[in-house]
């Protein structure tokens, strides 16, 4: 059982293949937080409930009995602000009085099988009967009659489970939501180092590993996305944990906005964990009879260090979070001729290069940014989603026929949140665009974010963009978004509602994406945000693959790759060859494999000798897709750890396919080495594919492989392909 609810103890454990995490209810109301981590079998832990209360600066509530009952002391489900509690909040409320003490107590509980939906949320769901069931708390202020319900969903069979809350106002007054986080989660430890993904465009998901310190320490986006700059996952391992061993907890916000994830260590030595809806520039009036609900927040166990956390996160994902027609349909190798022609291109330019495509063996042809309203650079057109006729030598019916013939599939561009001052539409409704009054808009790559917080906005969207996919045969779909949110804004909302825009905007995109995707449930949908802006578990309910990075120079995706896939399985990580410089095609192709692959270049600007190379890469791609896309990865050398090499094997579930990538980015002069594999079955024989040679998994785990048939050089790769075989 997933979920058990000891009557006595007022304990709820949720239990998965390879987490406990317990609950108790204290005799005031109050919810504790006792363990998370490792299975454990015991119901008795009252004595975790209790800690210290040092002296009067620690206030006790004196409806306890309790010996010392402090909420500044207690691990706790939810952090209240104004009620004792003097840690980071994760429920904030003003009320009538226009105080903020919000204070939520135990009321019932309910546990059911399956998921429920947040609705206007992207979020988690079951794939099939009986994976998952959930805890709902309802718990409520006594004072104000508003109610928080918590939620808690668990994935038996992943070390997986999901929180979200619902704040529901029962009383008869409007009150402010000042704070709503996903989720808080009091550990009884802080012996860790927190791990965060930093970036920028071209340099996206970088790995930062820091011991946590006593105080607060976090990570945050306010760029009206989950951005670039942080990405919404965060992890605590313990100071001595590494890839295979120690205890790892991640945390995925299911959000692409503006985020924040703290982690508070108190003077009791527990770490506080917050993630959720950012609180800067946010807040939320619930009207009487009205609900809130949070974001949801992924929570994964490991006691088997990173590489373990992320393979449940990546099984999870694949399984529980991404939708759809193209969940696990093998998804067309395609070119894309953004890299190769910018919007300098005409009909004829885009059917040469999808006749080579065709000849070469990719799938689809995608036809990038510049294809409507007067659109040559980007000083123009968006929002002007009509085709330019002129610039295609024929409608795009025309040009889907021509390139369909070949045999392809046809995808096609577009930022149907953004709006360029020079365009018609902006023209005809300024106020469409993201503003506030009084002052000049910043414009970032020259245009404005449409406000996607108006339903006539949205409508207008959906009416034009399904125009133009419902007329034409049309496979794919790149939704890409190329700045952020400045002067946030909206001319519809009052000025009691502005603070609400953030998370309005979202909440529009979502319902955009859900309205086109369930009206084109065919349409292969890749997110991209300049590269990836907002590569996050929200974007992925609606796209089964998001654009990973603008960059794709091989050396600098090797660090972006290895940063995305802690938390991110390969089969949604967009990976092109490009004709980037610093290394040759194979490395270039050894590196894009790891995702879902595909091509960016004009054939006509590189050699026939790359062209040539590029007709043989094509067969590896199709045989080791379902081994690389749904298989367990093992990161062997990670980029943080050494800066001259890395390597990688995916591995089947039966371990009896084993795909080994190693990637030298700068030689050195003592290059010979070994590779020890990992994930494989030691009693079995594995045949390395190059040269025949029969080694057992006990050898390549211990011993490893030797590795000096690499070649020599720097920006060299080579794929060590292994299969079981019987002795
Ligand atoms: C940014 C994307 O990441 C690129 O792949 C390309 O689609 C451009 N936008 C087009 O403007």
């Not at 947040?118 to 959930?134: K, V």
């Not at 930062?208 to 986006?221: D, F, L």
């Not at 955009?512 to 997110?527: I, S, Y």
């Not at 492989?705 to 060590?720: F, I, N, Q, T």
Request: aromatic share 12%.
């Amino acid at each position: 059982m997933p979920i058990i609810y000891h009557e006595k103890e007022k304990i709820f454990q949720l239990n998965t293949a390879g987490s406990t995490y317990v609950i108790q209810i204290y005799d005031n109301g109050f919810l504790a937080n006792l363990y998370y981590g490792a299975p454990i079998p015991d119901v008795n832990l009252t004595d975790f409930a209790r800690r210290k209360v040092h002296a009067s600066f620690c206030a006790i509530l004196p409806d306890s009995t309790e010996e010392s009952f402090s909420p500044d002391t207690a691990p706790l489900e939810i952090g209240c602000s104004g009620r004792a509690d003097m840690r980071p909040s994760s429920l904030q409320i003003r009320n009538k009085d226009g105080n903020a003490a919000t204070d939520m107590r135990y009321v019932s509980h309910r546990i059911f099988a399956g998921k429920p939906d947040l609705p206007g949320l992207p979020h988690l769901y079951s794939e099939e009967a009986g994976d998952c069931e959930t805890l709902e708390i309802t718990t409520a202020d006594p004072y104000t009659g508003v109610k928080c319900l918590l939620l808690y969903t668990v994935f038996e069979k992943h070390a997986a489970l999901t929180r979200s809350a619902v704040i529901e106002n029962d009383s008869e007054n409007a009150v402010e939501i000042e704070r709503a986080h996903s989720f808080c989660l009091d550990l009884n430890r802080s012996d860790f180092d927190l791990i965060s993904l930093y970036g920028r465009h071209m340099q996206e998901r970088e790995f930062e590993r820091v011991p946590i310190r006593h105080g607060y320490q976090g990570v945050a986006s306010r760029r009206g996305s989950s951005s670039h700059s942080q990405n919404p996952f965060i992890a605590l391992i313990d100071h001595t944990g590494g890839e295979d061993f120690g205890d790892a907890y991640g945390f995925n916000l299911v959000y692409s906005s503006n985020f924040r994830a703290e982690v508070d260590v108190d003077f009791n030595n527990s770490a506080r964990v917050l993630m959720g809806i950012n609180p800067d520039d946010f807040g939320w009036t619930l009207q009487p009879g009205e609900s809130f609900y949070t974001p949801e927040a992924v929570l994964v166990f490991s006691n088997e260090g990173l590489g373990g956390m992320s393979r449940t996160f990546h099984r999870l994902y694949n399984h529980n979070l991404v939708r759809g027609e193209w969940k696990h349909k093998k998804r067309p190798l395609l070119v894309n001729n953004w890299e190769g022609t910018g919007m300098d291109f005409d009909g004829d330019k885009l059917y040469a290069i999808a006749k080579w495509a065709a000849e070469t063996g990719i799938e689809m042809f995608v036809m990038d940014d510049g294809w409507f309203g007067k659109r040559d650079d980007d000083t123009s057109s968006l929002g002007d989603w009509v085709v330019n006729e002129k610039k295609l030598k024929g409608t795009l019916g025309d040009l889907v026929r021509r390139i369909k013939a070949l045999g392809l599939k046809f995808g096609i561009w577009y930022e149907p949140e953004m709006i360029s001052p020079d365009s018609d539409l902006y023209r005809a409704h300024p106020d469409w665009a993201i503003h506030v009054p009084g002052r000049v808009g910043s414009e970032g790559r020259q245009q404005y974010v449409i406000d996607m917080t108006r339903a006539d906005v949205r409508d207008y969207l959906f009416d034009i963009m399904s125009g133009v996919l419902g007329s034409n045969d049309i496979d794919y779909l790149k939704w890409d978004f190329n700045r952020n949110i400045t002067e946030p804004g909206s001319a519809l909302l009052p000025p009691e509602k502005q603070k609400e825009f953030y998370h309005r905007y979202v909440l529009g995109t979502y319902e955009l994406m859900d309205r086109l995707t369930k009206a084109f449930p065919h349409l292969l949908v890749e997110g991209c945000s300049g590269g990836g802006g907002r590569y996050d578990p929200g974007i992925l309910y609606f796209s089964p693959q998001i654009w990973c990075s603008d960059n794709t120079d091989a050396i600098s995706r090797a660090n972006i790759q290895f940063g995305s896939s802690l938390c991110y399985p390969a089969s949604v990580q967009g990976s092109h060859v490009s004709a980037s410089k610093r290394t040759g095609y194979e490395t270039k192709r050894n590196l894009a494999m790891w995702g879902s692959f595909g091509y960016e270049l004009d054939p006509a600007n590189i050699s026939e000798e790359a062209r040539e190379e590029i007709k043989t890469q094509i067969a590896d791609y199709h045989r080791h897709y379902d081994l690389i896309h749904y298989g367990d990865l093992y990161r062997l050398i990670c980029p943080w750890d050494d800066p001259y090499r890395c390597a990688w094997e995916f591995t089947d579930e039966a371990k009896t396919k084993v795909h080994v990538t190693v990637f030298i980015k700068l030689a050195q002069e003592r290059r010979n080495f070994f590779l020890r594999l990992k994930g494989l079955d030691p009693d079995k024989k594995y045949r390395l594919e190059e040269t025949g040679e029969i080694y057992s998994g006990a050898l390549l785990m211990n011993a490893g492989l030797s590795l000096w048939r690499m070649p020599e050089g720097d920006a060299v790769s080579k794929v060590y392909y292994f299969e079981a075989v019987e002795d």
